[in-house]
């Protein structure tokens, strides 16, 4: 409708909309108050990259999923984490942040469309910065649904919207979880990796009983492989919480060259690019099975 939520209520309640009392409509009768170009409005897959364990490679399946997803589809990228590091990649000056958009305990909040920022065709970033690291105490119920809040108003508009978790549980991560759609968890090829997994499984299984029972674990990725060897002994370990994607993305000294020249892995090799382009396609064939 090109409207934010707030105006669209609104305007609902003026014009008496059916559904307007419950704040559920159906399109047909939208169709009759609004002109509605189909092809320009999306359902949207929120997918959370996420994993408690810091130095697993959550930025990096984000941006570069994000990069490969973005050449037929159009894409935003949500930095979740107050470290940043996806917003530095792509934005050198000090902007409005994801923080702003909020509302959180009762500061007055920017829509998230006015701080957008393309950064390639295709795909856009919402820009994080250390304030998030305050969202750590739910002070009011509706807290835990911040995120998903601020995302309603523009889920129409992107195809895929890739949240970049920060390394943790609690307030931040819950957030993104209900925000959600689905959970791809990114886990490096070594013997450490393997701790935490059974506390994220936990705090996933809790979303989906108390607060968002659409929340689908899509599985998870071997990132950073080395040898085959190593591959299949880890995969055997985490089989035991979640299914593993078939697509491993390999160490390559590309991935830190990009993230150091501050550019986008296109620029740098496109043969690390297609290892994320099998990653975007298995993702697809993924969902596809779960829309069915």
């Known amino acids: 409708m090109r409207q934010d939520l707030k105006a669209f209520l609104d305007h609902a309640k003026e014009f008496k909309i059916p559904g307007f009392k419950v704040g559920k409509f159906k399109g047909s009768v939208l169709n009759k108050y609004y002109e509605v170009h189909s092809s320009e409005y999306f359902d949207s897959h929120v997918i959370a990259i996420s994993n408690q364990k810091g130095g697993e490679g959550k930025t990096t399946i984000s941006l570069y999923l994000s990069e490969a997803l973005a050449l037929e589809h159009r894409v935003l990228l949500v930095d979740w984490d107050p470290q940043a590091n996806a917003t530095q990649l792509f934005l050198k000056n000090d902007i409005p942040s994801v923080m702003d958009c909020l509302g959180y305990r009762g500061r007055k909040s920017k829509p998230l469309k006015d701080i ?4 390639l065709p295709n795909l856009d970033i919402v820009p994080s910065s250390l304030e998030l690291a305050n969202l750590t105490t739910p002070y009011e119920r509706d807290d835990f649904e911040l995120l998903k809040e601020s995302l309603l108003p523009i889920r129409s508009e992107y195809e895929y919207i890739i949240i970049d978790c920060p390394p943790s549980l609690g307030l931040i991560l819950e957030n993104a979880l209900i925000a959600a759609d689905y959970i791809l968890v990114p886990i490096q090829t070594r013997a450490f990796s393997l701790q935490g997994i059974k506390d994220l499984y936990e705090t996933i299984l809790k979303i989906q009983k108390k607060a968002n029972q659409r929340l689908t674990l899509l599985g998870a990725v071997l990132n950073q492989y080395e040898s085959q060897k190593a591959l299949t002994g880890l995969a055997e370990g985490i089989k035991k919480y979640f299914p593993v994607f078939e697509t491993v993305i390999a160490r390559r000294e590309s991935i830190p060259q990009a993230q150091a020249k501050m550019t986008h892995l296109a620029k740098i090799d496109n043969a690390t690019l297609k290892n994320f382009k099998d990653l975007a396609n298995e ?10």
Do not use: A, D, R, W
Not at 116 to 119: A, C, D, E, H, P
């Open 116 to 119: 957008i920022k393309n950064v």
């Open 283 to 292: 993702l697809k064939e993924k969902l596809n099975v779960e829309k069915k």
